[in-house]
């Protein structure tokens, strides 16, 4: 029983009292301001080294890097927060074109002095990582040193960085402010609603399939209605990064991406491989859960549809409380963790319009918290949203005691941490379910989320791979668009889908984020990652936490096929690794499939 209130909304009065009008966030920028131009006056100042006693002045660099780049960073983030909450708070949408351009200049600065470091001697360079100043940095040092190398000279890249404000990351901007300004009227419970697209997004797992098609239809119908605007933008930001690519000589337009990740690309088609050879359970899956609905395959709008008869609903305290009981088993840290975190104010969680669609975690590094942005609306997935945010503020936790420039974890390790968080909750709420109709719920709710890292996200990457082959050369039309979404969708899908979701280009954040490129294996690298560190946690037990926190220290400072031998003693660019997680995935169908044998 809750004996706790949580907060449904966020705090964000503990880093600036008075919100986007804050004059406390007005002084913070300002001194923003200054900051970055001191740091780009210290960088123009400074030559390449030329000898190891210039390791003295690379570590004052380093820590001014360091100071600029959380000053920013807190500023940013808490914006970010302002204009998650309301898309109708205008100021904020300001202050983030004010912070674009802020980032751009410590950018260029930032992207002058890691070509400075670059032009350094071999020799010297090697004398200068073994100094004490400078050895805890050895990695991301080299990384700098690597990235450079492969750039253009350093005016041009300054020209691309400071165009880059209005021609790249302005049209990101601009698909944020099409998606906020979206409402769509949906009936629900037989009165007629008008919803924002995360509102709308919600219903996708209501039991009621009319209210489900009515959502489908009504956003589908929205992303339709916009779809030159979405395909201008998406088309530009497109455009723009294979120019730089172009300038810069890199014909794979996975290169950055993978880079971005710290990974191979055989370990990317590795596990590709072992999914696209392992489809078949869960297409079957797929068309059983049809048969239940009624229908022959599934249309998009049922794939998260409840199966059985157990829909209630689990209210926020309760859900909180199922979290911390869970975590609790895994490890005490974990546990107190979140229980601060859901006490203190962290999670925005409140159903109400005018909030963005999605959910993520954002990290304040100056004031070491994290805030955690979702729209719950009470059920299980919701629940494992939570769970899985909550393992992404604990990731920062956990890298607490590094320095801050050793935290720069990638895409596909952050997403390990929070599935592995999610995974927690899922398994124990499976494997305790009072009833055969609550475990079937549960067991469903846990496929398919395999269903959406196996599909959905193979959906994503494959159409993305071909609308950027096809970008190259020159615009793809709305209409192109919709038919690479489909085939993409059909495939992925191993052809067990009825209608499909063709505007779901549009309506996918992900595509439009011009910070990280192909935004979408990370999540499934992630989730199949954290089943081999689920199984050892399992095997462990609670002794396993203070392991699990070395691995995620370890994330920002070195390749993840390095990551996993050090910590799983495993070889993640053979399939047999992914093969393995997949496996343990596929368990969890053929249990669906028993249960519902009499049924299908």
Request: glycine share 6%.
């Amino acid at each position: 029983m809750t004996t706790k209130t949580y907060p449904e909304t966020w705090d964000l009065e503990t880093f600036f009292k008075g919100g986007s009008g804050s004059s406390e966030l007005r002084q913070h920028l300002d001194e923003g301001a200054a900051l970055v131009q001191s740091y780009a006056d210290a960088v123009g100042g400074f030559s390449a080294p030329e000898k190891a006693a210039d390791a003295g002045r690379v570590a004052e660099l380093l820590e001014q890097t360091k100071d600029v780049m959380n000053h920013l960073r807190e500023a940013g983030a808490v914006i970010g927060c302002y204009a998650a909450q309301d898309t109708t708070d205008k100021q904020a949408l300001l202050l983030q074109g004010e912070m674009t351009s802020l980032g751009a200049k410590f950018q260029t600065a930032f992207m002058s002095l890691q070509q400075k470091l670059a032009k350094s001697d071999q020799a010297v360079w090697d004398e200068l990582l073994e100094q004490d100043d400078l050895k805890a940095f050895a990695f991301i040092l080299g990384e700098w040193r690597k990235k450079s190398a492969a750039r253009l000279p350093e005016a041009e890249e300054a020209l691309i960085t400071a165009l880059s404000v209005d021609g790249y990351h302005g049209w990101g901007d601009l698909y944020d402010q099409l998606v906020g300004d979206i409402l769509v009227s949906v009936t629900v419970d037989g009165e007629e609603r008008e919803l924002s697209v995360g509102q709308a997004n919600n219903l996708s797992s209501n039991p009621d399939a009319a209210v489900r098609k009515e959502a489908f239809e009504k956003l589908e119908d929205a992303w339709e209605e916009k779809e030159e605007f979405f395909a201008k933008t998406l088309n530009s930001i497109a455009g723009f990064r294979l120019a730089v690519y172009e300038k810069r000589g890199w014909e794979n337009v996975l290169r950055e991406p993978l880079e971005y990740n710290r990974m191979k690309e055989e370990t990317l088609d590795a596990m590709w491989g072992a999914i696209s050879a392992n489809k078949a359970p869960f297409a079957r899956y797929l068309e059983r859960k049809a048969q239940l609905l009624g229908k022959e395959k599934p249309d998009w709008y049922d794939i998260d549809a409840p199966v059985t008869e157990s829909t209630a609903t689990i209210g926020y305290q309760e859900g909180a409380e199922f979290i911390l009981d869970h975590f609790g088993k895994f490890g005490p840290e974990l546990q107190s963790f979140a229980r601060t975190a859901l006490e203190d104010g962290w999670v925005e969680a409140e159903d109400r319009p005018n909030k963005r669609p999605g959910g993520f975690c954002t990290g304040m590094p100056l004031s070491e918290e994290s805030r955690i942005f979702m729209t719950y609306s009470g059920s299980m997935s919701n629940v494992a949203t939570l769970a899985h945010e909550l393992g992404h503020a604990f990731h920062s936790y956990a890298l607490r005691p590094v320095h801050s420039l050793n935290r720069g974890y990638a895409m596909n390790v952050a997403e390990t941490a929070s599935t592995f968080a999610e995974m927690i909750v899922a398994d124990a709420a499976v494997k305790e379910a009072k009833s055969e109709e609550e475990k079937l719920a549960l067991l469903e709710d846990k496929i398919q989320r395999s269903v959406a890292f196996f599909m959905n996200i193979h959906a994503r990457f494959l159409f993305e791979t071909r609308f950027y082959e096809e970008r190259k050369s020159g615009i793809v039309s709305s209409e192109r668009l919709n038919e690479l979404m489909e085939e993409a969708q059909r495939e992925a899908y191993d052809g067990a889908l009825g209608e499909a979701h063709p505007h779901f280009w549009a309506s996918k954040l992900h595509f439009y984020i011009t910070d990280v490129p192909f935004y979408n294996f990370p999540y499934t690298f992630g989730y199949l990652f954290s089943l081999s560190i689920y199984a050892k946690a399992l095997e462990e037990g609670e002794a396993f936490e203070e392991k699990y926190m070395a691995l995620l220290r370890d994330t920002a400072v070195m390749p993840v096929e390095e990551l996993a031998e050090k910590h799983l003693g495993e070889d993640i660019t053979k399939q047999e690794f992914w093969e393995k997680g997949v496996r343990l995935c596929i368990r969890d169908v053929d249990e669906f499939l028993e249960l519902t044998s009499q049924e299908g």
